[in-house]
């Protein structure tokens, strides 16, 4: 079966991940976060330190482990009645974060809009994940060269998603306005492809 599926986009410090959290509480919406999916695995799972391994370096958990991961969260949603594949609106943060996880998910995900949060702002953004990091104990936001590296992995792996999907289904938001008027604008949007 395929999943109807929108995308939040965007580098690190966007905002994609508040965005995601607000509309994973309206019903008809079901929200995956991948990065949280990653850290929501216990301590002595492989695939955990793996992503430790990973993440703690700025860099891409590999794509097979990945999409398996993301799989079996959506099954596990599914059997448990969060997720209604049949109705629900499937809200994806963080997956697909290259062009071969988009390939992997090519037959699954039925995707109609990808919603770009764009920051021109780069101090901005780094603020944002700094203050994250302390929030969250974020060990990759804490450190400048982490940073660093995270927005050269989304700059290098991650934007050439967009090309992927293509100018038709991409929607730029400007993610430096408030968080209401980010999420109002996602909503109108949203609000014609159901
Ligand atoms: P952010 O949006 O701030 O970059 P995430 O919570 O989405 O943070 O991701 C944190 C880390 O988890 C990433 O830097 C990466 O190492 C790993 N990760 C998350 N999603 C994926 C993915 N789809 N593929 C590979 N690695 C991922």
């Known amino acids: 079966m395929t999943f109807k599926t929108v995308l939040l986009f965007g580098a690190p410090g966007s905002g994609k991940g508040t965005q995601g959290k607000i509309l994973g509480t309206i019903p008809g919406f079901f929200h995956f976060a991948c990065g949280d999916a990653f850290r929501n695995l216990r301590i002595d799972d492989p695939l955990g330190r793996t992503f430790i391994d990973y993440s ?26 969060s997720f209604h594949p049949e109705r629900d609106l499937l809200i994806l943060d963080g997956i697909p974060r290259n062009p071969q996880q988009a390939e992997m998910l090519k037959t699954t995900l039925d995707v109609r809009a990808v919603f770009h949060l764009t ?7 780094v603020e944002r994940l700094q203050r994250r990091a302390l ?10 060269d982490v940073i660093r590296r995270r927005l050269e992995t989304y700059e290098s792996e991650t934007k050439p998603v967009l090309d992927y999907y293509g100018p038709k289904l991409v929607r730029e938001i400007d993610s430096t306005a408030s968080p209401l008027n980010v999420l109002r604008s996602i909503l109108d949007q949203v609000a014609t492809l159901l």
């Open 119 to 125: 920051c021109s702002d780069m101090g901005k953004m």
């Open 135 to 144: 929030r969250e104990n974020r060990l990759d936001d804490a450190n400048l």
């Open 56 to 81: 703690s370096r700025g860099q891409l958990v590999p794509d097979h482990p990945t999409i398996e991961l993301w799989r079996k969260n959506i099954q596990a949603s599914t059997s448990n009645g």
